[in-house]
Structures are given as C-alpha cells and as structure tokens.
C-alpha cells in the first residue's frame, strides 16, 4: 500500500464523525488533512432545563505523509502543539477551556513511505504533550502520535496512542 491510498482509507473512515477539511495550514506548516470532532454528553432530571452535568469531549487529528520521518519533523509538531494548537484550537486564546470541558486530545498521525530509523521511533515513544485545566476542573489536553512505517508494515506511536495503535492494527 502507498502513503497516499493509506492517506484516502484514513480520511474516509474519520470523515463518518469528523469534519475534515483538505488541506490545512498550521504556521506555514502545511498539513495534507485536518479533522475536528466534538460530542457533548449531558445527564438530566425529568426535563432539559435540570441538567445534572455536561462534559464536552473534542479531537484535533492532523495527517501529514513523509517519503522519511526525520527527528525534525516530530519537534516541529510538537512546537506547534505548543504555539498554536493547544492556545488557538483548545483553549481558543484564554487561560483555560470553556466549562464543561472534558479532555481535547491533538492526535498527529504520520505515514512513511520508506521507513523509519531506531532513533526516529524512540523519540515517536517519547513524545509527549499534557497539560490540565484548573487541576483538572476544567479537563485536560493531550497529545497522541501515530505514525505507520510502510515500508516495514509497522506502526508506532507514544504512550497516549496506545489504543489508537490497537485499532490501525486491524486496518493495517
């Protein structure tokens, strides 16, 4: 299979709850696919005007394709996790998220075309981004990264990834 045939199976199975939008540019940066999802879970009490709680849960997924994954490219995602994701797409430029915010994760999935080096998949492993709101009051946001190794048949991501990992496993 090829990055792009990978790429176009991807899109169609996340474009049935996601909103994805073709090309995406994040400081210059330009990503091939970006997909925005949110669910909203409510609890009542007889009728709508008791609600008991509210948890509003979103995804960020960017999918870029590379020939080969350099160490590079994994910092220059995470900077803009940094920079841009999490301050504009989550918190939307205050200090914290809106109430009723559960979890955000940013979910970063890579195709390679021809491989990955041992090195470039211990920093994949060690890739890491969290952060909480208001000692978790207003939720938290996390960072998963998921990269597919076509030429090996292999995928590999960080520890928040684990059950994405899971499930493109099946698929892969």
């Known amino acids: 299979m090829r990055k792009d045939e990978l790429l ?3 899109l169609r199975s996340y474009q ?3 909103d994805v939008e073709r090309p995406y540019m994040v400081q210059g940066e330009s990503y091939d696919a970006y997909g925005a999802f949110n669910v909203t879970s409510a609890k009542y009490v007889l009728s709508k005007k008791t609600e008991l709680w509210r948890a ?7 999918f870029k394709t590379f020939d080969t994954l350099f160490e590079e490219d994994l910092g220059a995602f995470h900077r803009q996790i940094v920079e841009y994701i999490e301050p504009e797409l989550v918190r939307h ?17 890579f195709i390679c075309e021809n491989g990955i080096s041992k090195q470039v998949i211990r920093e994949i ?3 890491k981004f969290s952060r909480n709101y ?3 009051i207003r939720g938290y946001c996390d960072a998963r990264l998921v990269v597919f190794d076509l030429a090996n048949k292999k995928i590999c991501g960080n520890r928040a990834a684990r059950e994405l990992i899971k499930g493109y496993k099946k698929m892969f």
């Open 125 to 127: 492993q060690k890739f």
């Open 93 to 109: 430029g205050e200090k914290c998220p809106p109430p009723n915010h559960m979890y955000t994760y940013v979910t970063g999935i």
């Open 8 to 10: 176009e199976k991807l």
């Open 56 to 62: 509003q849960c979103y995804e960020h997924a960017f």
């Open 16 to 18: 049935q709850s996601f």
């Open 134 to 136: 208001r000692l978790t």
